[in-house]
């Protein structure tokens, strides 16, 4: 990948404060886009911004809470403000917590509909006029929104039901999204990892027994490697959309 395939772009990432998030955003930085770092956790995305900088690239640091609609179109539009346009929306942000559906909190149940589905919607909503401008106005003649899922929204599991729920969800979107957008240069992905070593499974008490319970032991991949693959998609020529990835550990069945 070039250093320089995504000079002139602006990337918004959303979760950009950990796991895939951070590394898309070290990514995409480093292909030449100015990055917005979207989460909750101002001190994570200060640490991730300072970083960036000191590797000579711009980033800005939106913190807030994206399951807010209000919230989610102002960071949009301080991203726009900030570096005049939006070309990239990497919707990154997450939770996992799973468990027996008898015992789970209905609390759980609802942050995981707000965090992995109202967000993304919220965002994506809030973005798309930026996008399709930047699809026009560009020298590369596209934009990209690359949504993470996960293998979850391709194959239900026990005690999985409302992540599956969420996963399944951004997955169908995505392909509905992709196809009413794809004539007018907005590229719709979906990303879908396997077991990746993030906080994801540290979200919930059990959740790394209950995958080598159904799993065994595998060799967890890294947030890099998914970053790696956000990169292959947004930095691909205008003819080459990349409608879905799935990548799992080697090991994972």
Known sequence: MASE???????LITGASSGLGRAAAHRLAGAGAKVALAARRADKLDE???????????????????????????????????FGRLDTLVNSAGVMLNGPSE???LEEWDRMVDINLRGLMYVTKAALPHLLTAAQDSPRAVADVVNISSVAGRFAAPTVAIYN???FAVTGATEAWRQ??????????????GRTQTELFEQKA??????????????????????????????????????????RPTDQP
């Open 103 to 105: 015992a789970s909190p």
């Open 5 to 11: 395939a995504l000079d002139g772009t602006v990337a």
């Open 206 to 247: 059990n959740s790394d027994a209950d995958f080598t319970a159904a799993f065994g032991e595998v060799e967890q991949l890294h947030a890099d490697d998914i970053a790696d693959a956000v990169a292959y998609v947004v930095t691909n020529p205008r003819r080459v959309a990349v409608n879905e990835i799935v990548v």
């Open 165 to 167: 729920a969420t996963k």
């Open 48 to 82: 991730l911004a300072s970083q960036l900088r000191a590797d000579g690239h711009d980033a800005l640091v939106i913190a807030g809470d994206l399951t807010d609609a209000a919230a989610a179109r102002e960071a949009v539009e301080r991203t726009v403000a900030q």
């Open 180 to 193: 009413e957008f794809t004539k007018r240069n907005v590229r719709f992905s979906v990303i879908e990892p």
